[in-house]
Structure formats: structure tokens, C-alpha cells
């Protein structure tokens, strides 16, 4: 099983900042890779897939990328309604697919 | 317009098994390359992949549930049935179901229903 480890688990940064946020894999996965934002009491929502695909109405703020173990997900600048938390997904050796444990992105 | 809905209870027992529908609505589960999954999410907690189904009635499940796992597809009536058995308390979680077209990832996904396992 491909274990997907996050960093930070909490980052506290203010509107305007940008925000950078690590996903490390267990093992290579080329860049089949997702990052998901959820926000309390709602469904997660897909931002980008193939490490670096911005999902259909997504912002241009946010970007991804990496391969291989190490992927980044980059938020330009953090407007009021990016602060929530956010989850990266492997589907390159599965089942099963897995998620990491999740970075919360709080207001400072 | 995509749309996907989770129903069944919000309440079971101890060791009864458990059935969630998916239904859905703006694409077709016969579309080649067309998928759906379930995820659950404990109080407080991470994402957890728990099965997928795909259009040619292909199926795959997370390992460490395998055995209580059944997904099913009724494609006339847009549907997505997942069953877990032997409930727990552990198993205490909002249920979703979402979409996958082509890639893996879940672009669109259901409100997700809570369910509870207590006695």
C-alpha cells in the first residue's frame, strides 16, 4: 500500500500570503496524483489531478506540481475562502487508492 | 449538470450490515471510462477509499475491508449500491460517493449521508 504523507499538518498564514503544501509518497507514482480542499460540513472538491491539472472552473491561484515522491500544491495568494483543509490522493498503484492525512490551512 | 446522492440509514447496530445507494444523475455509468467510488470519513478525520466500480462492472476494493465490501451498479435506474457488514462503532463515518471519468481522480462527488454504528 502507498502511504501519502502531508506537511505541514497545520499552516497559519494570512490573506495574501501564499501557501505551500508538501505531499510525499511511499514510493514513485509518476504524477498520478489529485488534491482535493474541504471545507467544514461539506464534500471534498477537486482542484487538480496528473500532479499539475487544474480541475474544470478551478482558480489559476492554485497550482500543482512534482513527481516521483514529492508533490507541491501552491496557492498564489490566499484569498478568505481557500482557508480549509486539503488532501492529496494517489491512484497510481492500487487498490487501494489512498489519501494522506490531510493539511490544515488556517487564518493567522 | 452532474449530480450524485447518498441515501440509507443514519443508524445501525452492531454487527448488522449496512446499504448505501448512490444515485446519479448528468452521465452514464455504460460510458467507457466511466467510474464511481465510495469514501468515508470518521468525525474529525481523514479520507478513506473504500470501493470503485467501474463501467464494464469492474470492481476493486481497499484491502483491509475487502471481505465485508460489496459494490454493485443497477444502470437503469443510475445506481450505485455499496454494503459492509458486521458493523462496528469504528465504523461511525460520512459515507460519500463520487464520480470518476477516464483518471482516478473524483471530480464530482455527493453531500455525503453520516452514519452511525452504536447500539
Known amino acids: 500500500e502507498i502511504v501519502m504523507t502531508q506537511s505541514p499538518a497545520t499552516l497559519s498564514l494570512s490573506p495574501g500570503d501564499r501557501a505551500t503544501l508538501s505531499c510525499r509518497a511511499s514510493?514513485?507514482?509518476?504524477?498520478?496524483v489529485a488534491w482535493y480542499q474541504q471545507k467544514p460540513g461539506q464534500a471534498p472538491r477537486l482542484l487538480i489531478y496528473?500532479?499539475?491539472t487544474r480541475a474544470t472552473g478551478i482558480p489559476a491561484r492554485f497550482s500543482g506540481s512534482g513527481s516521483g515522491t514529492e508533490f507541491t500544491l501552491t496557492i498564489s495568494s490566499l484569498q478568505s475562502e481557500d482557508f480549509a483543509v486539503y488532501y492529496c490522493?494517489?491512484?497510481?498503484?492500487?487498490?487501494?487508492?489512498?489519501f494522506g492525512q490531510g493539511t490544515r490551512l488556517e487564518i493567522k | 449538470q452532474v449530480t450524485l446522492r447518498e441515501s440509507g440509514p443514519a443508524l445501525v447496530k452492531p454487527t448488522q450490515t449496512l446499504t448505501l445507494t448512490c444515485t446519479f444523475s448528468?452521465?452514464?455509468?455504460?460510458?467507457?471510462?466511466?467510474?464511481v467510488t465510495w469514501v468515508r470519513q470518521p468525525p474529525g478525520k481523514a479520507l478513506e477509499w473504500l470501493a470503485l466500480?467501474?463501467?464494464?462492472?469492474?470492481?476493486r476494493y481497499t484491502t483491509s475491508l475487502e471481505t465485508r465490501l460489496t459494490i454493485s451498479k443497477d444502470t437503469s435506474k443510475n445506481q450505485v449500491v455499496l454494503t459492509m457488514t458486521d458493523m462496528d462503532p469504528v465504523d461511525t463515518a460520512t459515507y460519500y460517493c463520487?464520480?470518476?471519468?477516464?483518471?482516478?481522480?473524483?471530480?464530482?462527488w455527493g453531500r455525503g449521508t453520516l452514519v452511525t454504528v452504536s447500539s
Open positions: 448528468g452521465f452514464s455509468l455504460t460510458t467507457g471510462g466511466m467510474s
Open positions: 514510493q514513485s507514482i509518476g504524477t498520478t
Open positions: 490522493q494517489q491512484y497510481n498503484d492500487w487498490p487501494p487508492i489512498t
Open positions: 496528473g500532479a499539475s
Open positions: 466500480i467501474d463501467w464494464d462492472d469492474d470492481k
Open positions: 463520487a464520480r470518476a471519468y477516464g483518471v482516478k481522480s473524483f471530480d464530482f
